[in-house]
């Protein structure tokens, strides 16, 4: 006889650890999301600003600090420094810069400039500036540091072509820079680029190497020529005010003398004319009163004198007049 059994029972596997499968992907789905929540959060530095794209558009700013965005590429946050004083080097380049558009990658062409004279001339300088407008900075241009760069090599080859190489080298360094910022703010600000040209500054400019030499014996011959003016010009001060003063003391000395010559002019025509009057009143009086007068002026002038009477038998015995007193015995 033939018999039958029943076909062996197959059970299905719960799980490697013997868990519903539907358990194993809702745990799935919770740490996926967890995941997700977790990238959500970011943080805005003190010196920045976030701005936040949702699907590519453009949703708003967030300040400094903790923050949460949409997961899953929804939203996107791009940190902007605002607040952070940024440079480029034109002609040089500092060694560890982190930013890529600080430094070019050719600093030599970039310095090497010809001046309004047509001679060469090395020019190195450096550019600060700011983002004042993070959505302006990041949708108006592509590559605003790039184009800023390029806009800041243009203006200084400009403004160094308006200029003589002697003017560049020497005496118009501060002139070459208020010019270049000046043009340079222009520009950015019609680009509505989203930055601010803080201070265009010039380092190191000098002639090409083959002629530097002669270049240093002109700059030598100039600082001499200035010295010269300067001592010319300390003698004169010392020496011109002087005789300015002694001029003005002879003047005075000589308007003095003609004050006093005149006063005295006229105290002698008053006194004549007194006089005058009073010789029209008693003549014989007036003139003998002025006889004895210049006597009295004239004798004591004339030293020891002897007037002698007519009548005299002899004057010897008068000679011992003028002789001194013995000690202790008036004279008589």
Same mark, same amino acid.
């Given at each position: 006889?033939?018999?039958?059994?029943?076909?062996?029972?197959?059970?299905?596997?719960?799980?490697?650890?013997?868990?519903?499968?539907?358990?194993?992907?809702?745990?799935?789905?919770?740490?996926?999301?967890?995941?997700?929540?977790?990238?959500?959060?970011?943080?805005?530095?003190? +010196? @920045? *600003?976030?701005?936040?794209?949702?699907?590519? $558009?453009? %949703?708003?700013? /967030?300040?400094?600090?903790? &923050?949460?965005?949409?997961?899953?590429?929804?939203?996107?946050?791009?940190?902007?420094?605002?607040?952070?004083?940024?440079?480029?080097?034109?002609?040089?380049?500092?060694?560890?810069?982190?930013?890529?558009?600080?430094?070019?990658?050719?600093?030599?062409?970039?310095?090497?400039?010809?001046?309004?004279?047509?001679?060469?001339?090395?020019?190195?300088?450096?550019?600060?500036?700011?983002?004042?407008?993070?959505?302006?900075?990041?949708?108006?241009?592509?590559?605003?540091?790039?184009?800023?760069?390029?806009?800041? +090599? @243009? *203006?200084?080859?400009?403004?160094?072509?308006? $200029?003589? %190489?002697?003017? /560049?080298?020497?005496?118009? &360094?501060?002139?070459?820079?208020?010019?270049?910022?000046?043009?340079?703010?222009?520009?950015?600000?019609?680009?509505?680029?989203?930055?601010?040209?803080?201070?265009?500054?010039?380092?190191?400019?000098?002639?090409?190497?083959?002629?530097?030499?002669?270049?240093?014996?002109?700059?030598?011959?100039?600082?001499?020529?200035?010295?010269?003016?300067?001592?010319?010009?300390?003698?004169?001060?010392?020496?011109?005010?002087?005789?300015?003063?002694?001029?003005?003391?002879?003047?005075?000395?000589?308007?003095?003398?003609?004050?006093?010559?005149?006063?005295?002019?006229?105290?002698?025509?008053?006194?004549?004319?007194?006089?005058?009057?009073?010789?029209?009143?008693?003549?014989?009086?007036?003139?003998?009163?002025?006889?004895?007068?210049?006597?009295?002026?004239?004798?004591?002038?004339?030293?020891?004198?002897?007037?002698?009477?007519?009548?005299?038998?002899?004057?010897?015995?008068?000679?011992?007049?003028?002789?001194?007193?013995?000690?202790?015995?008036?004279?008589?």
């Amino acid at each position: 006889m033939n018999s039958f059994r029943d076909p062996p029972r197959v059970t299905l596997p719960r799980g490697a650890a013997g868990l519903d499968p539907r358990w194993i992907g809702g745990l799935a789905l919770l740490v996926l999301l967890a995941a997700g929540l977790a990238r959500g959060v970011y943080t805005v530095g003190p +010196e @920045s *600003v976030g701005v936040i794209q949702r699907f590519g $558009r453009l %949703v708003g700013t /967030v300040g400094p600090g903790l &923050r949460f965005k949409l997961p899953f590429g929804i939203d996107t946050v791009t940190i902007v420094p605002v607040k952070r004083q940024l440079k480029m080097e034109f002609g040089f380049g500092t060694p560890g810069a982190s930013d890529r558009h600080q430094v070019s990658q050719q600093p030599r062409l970039e310095s090497d400039m010809v001046t309004g004279d047509l001679n060469a001339a090395h020019v190195e300088w450096v550019v600060q500036y700011e983002i004042s407008d993070p959505e302006a900075y990041l949708f108006h241009m592509r590559e605003p540091a790039a184009t800023l760069r390029d806009l800041a +090599e @243009s *203006v200084m080859r400009e403004v160094v072509g308006d $200029r003589t %190489v002697d003017e /560049v080298l020497t005496i118009g &360094r501060q002139g070459i820079e208020t010019d270049a910022i000046s043009r340079l703010t222009a520009l950015v600000q019609e680009l509505d680029m989203g930055l601010k040209v803080q201070q265009v500054q010039l380092k190191n400019v000098h002639p090409p190497t083959p002629v530097q030499s002669s270049f240093d014996e002109v700059n030598r011959a100039q600082q001499e020529r200035e010295q010269m003016i300067n001592q010319a010009n300390g003698e004169y001060n010392k020496v011109v005010p002087r005789a300015s003063g002694e001029a003005q003391r002879l003047l005075s000395d000589a308007e003095g003398y003609a004050v006093r010559r005149v006063n005295e002019a006229e105290g002698d025509v008053a006194r004549f004319r007194a006089l005058l009057k009073e010789y029209d009143k008693a003549p014989e009086v007036t003139r003998q009163r002025l006889y004895l007068e210049a006597m009295a002026e004239l004798i004591p002038r004339l030293g020891g004198k002897v007037i002698l009477d007519s009548s005299a038998p002899q004057f010897l015995p008068l000679m011992n007049l003028a002789q001194p007193a013995p000690a202790g015995k008036p004279a008589r």
